[in-house]
């Protein structure tokens, strides 16, 4: 399965999977990904670090349009949907 990435500009607009919006707080260095899953459509968020430190923090590349996250994300429940977003797109595992 290969879905691309959307970017939009409000959390009202995630509607279809695949669809994300990026957001962060400087104040507090928290950021991260909202986003629809490709596999089953729910909501779901992924915080992002430029060098994580804790369990459950991801790594991006920094672009808005095409953007890479690593490790992989693994849903444990409901779809068990376990892939990548690399350069806007999202693929399995």
Known sequence: MKLAAQLVGSIDLIRTPGVFIYYSN????HAGIFYRCPCCGDM???PIAEKPTKKNQWKWNGNIK???LSPSIRHLDKC?????LRKGIWTNA
Not at 26 to 29: E, F, H, I, R, V
């Open 26 to 29: 400087p104040t507090c260095s």
């Open 80 to 84: 068990k949907w376990h892939g990548f």
């Open 44 to 46: 779901r968020t992924v």
């Open 66 to 68: 095409k953007p890479t």
